[in-house]
């Protein structure tokens, strides 16, 4: 059977972790990235519990050169074989922002991080994903236009808002090779950035974004999604 290869950035914590850990369950070889893969310890036990089916490889998703670099590495490890499915994850949210004191520094980091980040590395890896692959972008119910009705975590919303508009061309550029790409909310998750009193494990929100990967189809690429499989306004 040939082998499944799937990609997640901001790997190490959180629902990017969770993730990696529900496609080495399925069976899949994965290929998990992070900024500093020698302080990632729950990867690096990962790998050692799944021997030759975890690679732990840097990428700051803000770095157009860490992009280039992980593109080769990704030939080396999947023997050339193509990559199944992208999740762009990583995320940051600045909290606390109010109206009159909004920073330029957190606008720029949640545009880098959350939206030229996705865009820019499915380009560099497009060549790689394989035609019938899945492009899944992490995105948030905080960047539907649609929604948003109070002056709330702006750098964050404006961010995945861009993130939006990446995917909806992203899906236009790669569907003539069927491949699908997703906006998807992965609910309200337990994790640093959610915080404590978040409604949802990352392995419960993990679990469901993995079933909407897998039910939605190339007429819902370009669609916005929760991890319920719900559609959500722009
Ligand atoms: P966490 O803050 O727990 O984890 C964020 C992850 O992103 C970390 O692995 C972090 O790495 C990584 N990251 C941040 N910046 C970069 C970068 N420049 N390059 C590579 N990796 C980076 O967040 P969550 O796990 O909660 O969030 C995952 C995704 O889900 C995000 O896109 C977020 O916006 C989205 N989301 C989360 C919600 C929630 O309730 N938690 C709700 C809606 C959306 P490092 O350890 O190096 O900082």
Redesign the pocket.
């Known amino acids: 059977m040939e082998r499944r290869h799937s990609l997640v950035?901001?790997?190490?914590?959180?629902?990017?972790l969770a993730l990696v850990q529900q496609l080495l369950q399925r069976g899949d070889h994965v290929i998990a990235t992070?900024?500093?893969p020698g302080k990632a310890n729950a990867l690096n036990q990962l790998v050692g519990e799944h021997p030759g089916r975890l690679h732990v490889l840097p990428?700051?998703?803000?770095d157009t050169r860490s992009h280039r670099e992980l593109a080769r590495e990704l030939a080396l490890v999947s023997d050339g074989g193509p990559l199944h499915l992208l999740i762009n994850?990583?995320?940051?949210?600045r909290g606390g922002e109010r109206f009159g004191s909004v920073d330029e520094k957190d606008l720029d980091a949640s545009f880098q991080?959350?939206a030229r980040?996705p865009l820019l590395l499915t380009q560099t890896l497009a060549a790689r994903i394989g035609d019938g692959g899945c492009v899944a972008n992490?995105?948030?119910?905080?960047g539907s236009i649609a929604l948003r009705d109070e002056f709330r975590t702006p750098s964050y919303a404006i961010g995945?808002a861009a993130q939006n508009m990446a995917t909806v061309l992203l899906a236009s550029a790669l569907r003539s090779r069927r491949i699908k790409v997703l906006a998807l909310?992965?609910?309200?998750?337990r994790?640093?950035?959610?915080g404590e009193q978040?409604a949802l494990t990352?392995a419960q929100s993990a679990s469901g974004l993995l079933q909407v990967i897998s039910q939605r189809g190339l007429d819902d690429s370009g669609g916005f999604f929760d991890w319920q499989n719900q559609p959500l306004p722009w």
């Open positions: 950035t901001g790997a190490n914590r959180g629902l990017g992070c900024r500093h990428l700051d998703v803000t994850n990583a995320g940051v949210l991080t959350n980040g992490i995105s948030s119910e905080l995945k909310h992965p609910g309200w998750v994790t640093d950035m959610g978040a990352p």
